[in-house]
């Protein structure tokens, strides 16, 4: 009904309350009502805690499993949109993840805009974690989409302490502000405007935007990730059109493999796009983008993109019990 609008969950504190109803025929106006019912979708089950942190420069929301920890740690991020999205980290502590929903700009007294980040504030973060009694060690797990998955990138790349890195449609190249840590400075990646393609609903396409990290000036974009001393997962849409994922993940895993490094978990999703969130959102075909300044494409086929949420949110979980505890999903210790 509102053109232009991603639902998120702003408040895990309360559940989604779905009114679902039945009415006879398809047509407008509908017939009478056969059949309604609630459905409600509570975000944070029964003994998980979710604790504000405030922890020197650190802006976040620490949630925490039931039961006696410690338990594996991860730290998620979101992409351009800013704030504290909480929702995709509080439902990972529903499977037993400690897990640190990370604000980087725009909350409370955060940078206002994302022109320049630090290394150093997310550093802070990890040593947060890694520290944290309630967080199994000895390294962390990173998952973050768009500009989180490649932040997660930069951080595996020059931070110490992180064990397995998952991004969701993220990318390789350092996009949208410079980055800096320590004597470092990696500048944006490159783009062209006359390369966006606006249709007749004014809603554009900027799949082609972004120069080619690869060649030219890009390269000192690149993010140097044969650093990186953990393991990779790339969750990839093949149908984004917010920047190219599947291309990135490839180059991603080349260079990886150039370097002697492990290769990393690729898992490519036909006909899903952008915005791959926890299962049983709905598809965002398209909503404002805070750095194009109007309205984009995200891409995806709904079924094909809802089937794609659904396994997504396993391989996830399987990817971070693998790495952070040596187990798959569903076993206990006999303790």
């Known amino acids: 009904q509102t053109p232009f609008w991603r639902l998120v969950k702003r408040d895990v504190q309360s559940p989604f309350l779905l009114q679902l109803e039945v009415f006879e025929g398809h047509r407008e106006p509908p017939g009478r009502l056969l059949a309604q019912a609630q459905h409600e979708r509570a975000f944070l089950r029964d003994g998980v805690r979710r604790v504000p942190v405030r922890e020197g420069r650190i802006r976040a929301t620490l949630f925490l499993p039931p039961g006696n920890g410690p338990f594996p740690g991860i730290i998620d991020l979101y992409g351009t949109g800013g704030g504290l999205p909480e929702y995709r980290a509080c439902l990972l502590a529903n499977h037993g993840f400690a897990v640190l929903a990370l604000a980087f700009y725009g909350y409370e007294d955060l940078p206002k805009e994302m022109k320049?980040?630090?290394l150093e504030y997310?550093?802070?973060?990890?040593?947060?974690m890694l520290q944290h009694t309630q967080v199994k060690g000895p390294g962390i797990g990173l998952l973050g989409i768009s500009k989180g998955g490649e932040l997660c990138v930069s951080m595996a790349s020059?931070?110490?302490?992180i064990t397995a890195t998952?991004?969701?449609?993220?990318?390789?190249?350092?996009?949208g502000s410079v980055l800096r840590y320590k004597d470092i400075t990696i500048p944006p990646l490159g783009f062209n405007t006359?390369?966006?393609?606006?249709?007749e609903s004014g809603i554009a396409d900027i799949v082609d935007a972004l120069n080619n990290p690869l060649e030219g000036p890009g390269r000192q974009s690149f993010i140097p990730l044969e650093k990186a001393e953990c393991r990779f997962l790339f969750i990839v849409g093949q149908d984004d059109r917010n920047w190219k994922s599947e291309f990135f993940a490839v180059e991603g895993s080349?260079?990886?493999?150039?370097?002697g490094k492990e290769k990393p978990e690729i898992v490519c999703y036909p006909g899903a796009g952008h915005y791959i969130e926890p299962p049983f959102f709905p598809m965002c075909a398209a909503s404002m983008h805070v750095l194009v300044g109007k309205p984009v494409v995200w891409g995806g086929e709904p079924k094909a993109h809802c089937k794609a949420q659904i396994d997504a949110w396993q391989q996830i979980q399987a990817f971070f019990h693998k790495h952070l505890t040596g187990k798959p999903p569903g076993t206990s210790s006999k303790l």
């Open 116 to 118: 320049e980040l630090h």
């Open 158 to 161: 020059f931070l110490k302490g």
């Open 166 to 175: 998952a991004l969701i449609n993220g990318s390789v190249a350092n996009v």
């Open 254 to 259: 080349k260079h990886l493999q150039a370097h």
């Open 122 to 128: 997310f550093e802070a973060a990890v040593n947060y």
């Open 194 to 199: 006359k390369r966006i393609k606006v249709n």
